[in-house]
Nanobody
């Protein structure tokens, strides 16, 4: 099993920045992909960003490209989501997820999930 714990959510004004963290523990060697998803009230969970163990540039949803950056610290089994130029439409519960294989954008392919952290952006 893999346990994921998110932190760093909160309230922000439009244009502000927030940084989310997700610490993984357990059988982390079984997962090489870590990703962030978000779910707003009444909407489906959507892919935000994902990164493989080797890092690289990551993959992003079009809605956050250029504003959000995903990175990871493999030594600490932690993935980060730096969110800049926040918009009210970024308001959602943000979830960390992990899987083995490649970065995919469908939530159904991720075996492990964190409990979520709320991000609220006001105008």
């Amino acid at each position: 099993q893999v346990q994921l714990v998110e932190s760093g959510g909160g309230s922000a004004q439009a244009g502000d920045s927030l940084r989310l963290s997700c610490a993984a523990s357990g059988r982390t060697l079984s997962t090489n992909v870590m990703a962030w998803f978000r779910q707003a009230p009444g909407k489906e969970r959507e892919f935000v960003a994902g990164v493989t163990y080797s890092g690289g540039s990551g993959a992003y949803a079009d809605s956050v490209k250029g504003r959000f950056t995903i990175s990871r610290d493999n030594a600490k089994n932690t993935v980060f989501l730096q969110m800049n130029s926040l918009k009210p439409e970024d308001t959602a519960v943000y979830y960390c997820a992990a899987r083995a294989g490649a970065v995919v954008r469908s939530a159904s392919f991720y075996a492990y999930w964190g409990q979520g952290t709320q991000v609220t952006v006001s105008s």
